[in-house]
């Protein structure tokens, strides 16, 4: 069933395997969201180390550095192989821009992961795998699915340029919320301290925030159902994220400030 105001904001989609597709992306990122609420963290930042019954994790570990490269390597090497197989379609400027912001954001990460990130522990490689896994199939149906628009009608409500906004006030937003993380620590320090600076002085996880608007700006770039849906749902987790975030702080930090939420100002 159609609902005519989407249809204003989204290309119509090509098959019933792409319909399927929106709806596995969909559930399959709101279940991370819900797992992380039941104390079913993934693996990895403050979270390694024990999980919500106090529990050490269990599974084979990798150093912080290696996991993150885990993380984000498959889906930035996702983006820049779609200049190469998907050469013929460079001339339509939508999908040009949706691969060039999902190339450019996971190799923002692979940097940051290098020469910003500093670490104070391991992440279990199960963990690890199953962020990639998730990370790739997002990058590559993200641009697969719109490749397969091409031609199609184009929505009547252009958002490209509104996405594209959106997507590089995310980028810069999640990077200097990054290094003032990284700030925090000293050389050889592995200690967590209550972040400020920014917006943390607002919310504990703003470089969550940012991070959802760069998926928003994936979605209104694309205007795909697909993309809607991974936008959604990496907000759903990342909303789920910060609340067991703060969670964490609260309780490990006595002087935690109660005014400071877990992700959107003000708000939650």
């Known amino acids: 069933m159609k609902i005519p105001v989407l249809e204003n904001f989204m290309f119509d989609e090509p098959s019933i395997w792409i319909t399927v597709t929106t709806v596995v992306a969909l559930i399959s990122t709101a279940y991370l969201g819900f797992a992380e609420m039941i104390g079913n963290h993934l693996q990895y930042s403050k979270f390694t180390s024990s999980d919500?019954?106090?529990?050490?994790?269990?599974?084979?570990?990798?150093?912080?550095?290696?996991?993150?490269?885990?993380?984000?390597?498959?889906?930035?090497?996702?983006?820049?192989?779609?200049?190469?197989?998907?050469?013929?379609?460079?001339?339509?400027?939508?999908?040009?821009?949706?691969?060039?912001?999902?190339?450019?954001?996971?190799?923002?990460?692979?940097?940051?992961?290098?020469?910003?990130?500093?670490?104070?522990g391991d992440i279990v490689l199960s963990s690890a795998i199953t962020i990639s896994i998730s990370y790739f199939s997002i990058a590559a149906s993200l641009i697969v699915v719109h490749y397969l628009t091409l031609g199609l009608p184009e929505p009547p409500i252009d958002l490209k340029y509104i996405g594209l906004i959106v997507f590089t006030l995310g980028i810069f937003g999640n990077f200097y919320h990054h290094n003032l993380l990284a700030k925090l620590r000293k050389k050889n320090e592995k200690g967590y301290k209550i972040p400020q600076g920014g917006l943390f002085?607002?919310?504990?996880?703003?470089?969550?925030?940012?991070?959802?608007?760069?998926?928003?700006?994936?979605?209104?770039?694309?205007?795909?159902?697909?993309?809607?849906?991974?936008?959604?749902?990496?907000?759903?987790?990342?909303?789920?994220?910060?609340?067991?975030?703060?969670?964490?702080?609260?309780?490990?930090?006595?002087?935690?400030?109660?005014?400071?939420?877990?992700?959107?100002?003000?708000?939650?």
């Open 52 to 120: 919500s019954g106090g529990k050490k994790a269990q599974g084979v570990k990798v150093s912080s550095r290696t996991g993150m490269l885990i993380f984000y390597t498959p889906a930035f090497l996702a983006g820049v192989a779609s200049f190469f197989v998907f050469p013929a379609a460079g001339g339509d400027l939508r999908f040009v821009l949706l691969k060039s912001a999902v190339t450019f954001h996971f190799f923002k990460r692979d940097l940051e992961t290098l020469f910003v990130h500093k670490y104070s």
């Open 201 to 268: 002085n607002l919310v504990i996880c703003p470089h969550y925030l940012f991070e959802m608007l760069v998926f928003w700006g994936f979605s209104f770039i694309s205007q795909t159902p697909l993309a809607f849906a991974c936008a959604f749902g990496d907000s759903l987790y990342l909303i789920a994220r910060s609340y067991e975030t703060r969670k964490w702080y609260v309780n490990k930090f006595e002087d935690f400030p109660k005014n400071v939420k877990c992700v959107i100002p003000y708000v939650f």
